[in-house]
């Protein structure tokens, strides 16, 4: 099961004072919308999203279809496969994707800690 590109997405109080912390520690801006609230970093292969006011809780993401640099890989498992898998394996997804649908669509569950793992695919399985 290929989950895709791995980041920690962070709710943070203050987008500013985070970005400005995490470029001390040699991150760099990569993408995002500070005007949405949002921003992407990366140190070496590390990836961290900055969040403000979206969500209460720290979240690990996966993006199936994305390598680290956010381009689209020619091959991947999609969203709806990697559903299928986790239900059969037991696990209770919070929320899921409609499986009679294609392209971008997410899905999430939460470990036995209670931390929050999103599955978040922004591209559309390419045609074989």
Do not use: C
């Not at 969040?51 to 994305?66: R, V, Y």
Request: aromatic share 8%.
């Amino acid at each position: 099961m290929r989950l895709g590109n791995f980041s920690v997405s962070l709710a943070v109080k203050d987008l500013a004072a985070s970005r400005t912390f995490y470029e001390k520690l040699g991150f760099r801006v990569i993408g995002g919308d500070p005007a949405q609230n949002w921003l992407i970093l990366q140190n070496e292969t590390s990836t961290l999203g900055l969040f403000q006011g979206m969500f209460d809780k720290n979240i690990l993401t996966f993006n199936p279809g994305w390598d680290r640099n956010a381009q689209q890989l020619a091959d991947f498992d999609d969203i709806r496969e990697l559903q299928r898998t986790l239900q059969a394996r037991g696990l209770t997804l919070s929320s899921v994707a409609d499986a009679s649908s294609t392209g971008p669509a997410s899905l999430m569950l939460v470990d036995p800690d209670g931390n929050p793992i999103l599955v978040d695919q922004h591209v559309p399985k390419p045609e074989r």
